[in-house]
């Protein structure tokens, strides 16, 4: 009776359905991508902060609480993805020779089979209840920020007949592809909690550094075409200006007083035909090395029209 049931219910996990959880799952994975990425930022900004006077104290303090979120982060994402793989397994998994994997993505055997039979529901829920408890008891001022609004619940789901417990609700006759899903639902949790739990480390230490990495000239003018006697008035300036950056900027080797990292140079043309002003200057970058930077700025100065009287 229970395999009859099983197949009836197959029958009824329609195409539709099955691509709605694919197309969530593909947005779950890139999200958790896309938190790594940003996490990455967090982690190079504290060790950044180990090696400054400034902030080396707070570092030494709260990198190492961050490196631990981190360490537990990856573990329960690791083991997951080992789900997965097993669930996979059990909806038939073949691997084909282009790389794909192919499997029952309706099959609504594999989940009650893996996750309540072979008790691996119970089994992720304590592991989920372990990393919340490893990540508040990081630190008091972690648990005091976290603790009432923690991104992981373990609590039982709500159904038609009441709540259910947490594998029947999420795990009990569901297609695998749905399956995948919730565990995908579960790993962007985790690298959430990974990600806010960094943040606030480093907020405790300083503002995080991002750091300038192309710093170019930058340049305008009031023409490009000008009469004998009218004014240029170019415009110069440092990109990706930072308060923190010292520069200076000449223009004909004049040098430009800047103001909110840029300054007028004015001078009125004479001589027809193009031109070239060469702008010129320096910054010092985040090692305090100067570097050079220049640019070239053409114009071009007509000749007057008028008429020719001739004594004939």
Request: proline residues 3%.
């Amino acid at each position: 009776m229970y395999l009859v049931l099983t197949a009836i219910l197959a029958l009824n996990v329609s195409n539709e359905v099955i691509e709605a959880f694919k197309t969530v799952d593909k947005s779950l994975i890139a999200s958790n991508t896309n938190i790594n990425s940003s996490n990455q930022i967090l982690y190079k900004s504290l060790s950044d902060m180990l090696n400054k006077d400034e902030t080396k104290v707070q570092a030494a303090v709260w990198q190492p609480l961050a490196e631990k979120a981190k360490g537990y982060s990856a573990e329960l994402e690791t083991y997951i993805n080992d789900l997965k793989m097993e669930l996979k397994k059990g909806a038939g998994l073949v691997t084909k020779s282009d790389g794909k994997e192919d499997f029952k993505e309706d099959n609504l055997d594999a989940s009650t089979r893996i996750f309540e039979t072979a008790g691996k529901g119970n089994q992720l829920k304590a592991k989920l209840e372990d990393f919340k408890k490893k990540i508040l008891d990081l630190d008091p001022k972690i648990k005091a920020k976290f603790e009432n609004n923690f991104p992981i619940s373990t609590e039982g789901v709500d159904g038609k007949e009441g709540k259910k417990d947490f594998t029947t609700g999420y795990f009990h006759m569901t297609p695998t592809v749905a399956a995948l899903t919730i565990l995908s639902k579960f790993q962007n949790n985790v690298k959430n909690v990974e990600s806010q739990v960094v943040t606030f480390c480093a907020s405790q230490v300083g503002a995080v550094e991002i750091h300038m990495d192309e710093v170019n000239v930058l340049v305008g003018q009031n023409s490009n075409y000008l009469m004998p006697g009218q004014e240029l008035v170019v415009t110069a300036g440092v990109g990706a200006y930072s308060s923190t950056v010292k520069s200076n900027i000449a223009i004909n080797g004049q040098p430009l007083t800047l103001v909110d990292g840029q300054g007028d140079y004015k001078t009125k043309v004479s001589g027809s035909g193009k031109h070239v002003i060469r702008v010129t200057g320096s910054f010092k970058n985040e090692q305090g090395i100067d570097v050079p930077i220049s640019k070239d700025i053409e114009y071009v100065v007509g000749v007057p029209g008028g008429a020719a009287v001739m004594l004939d």
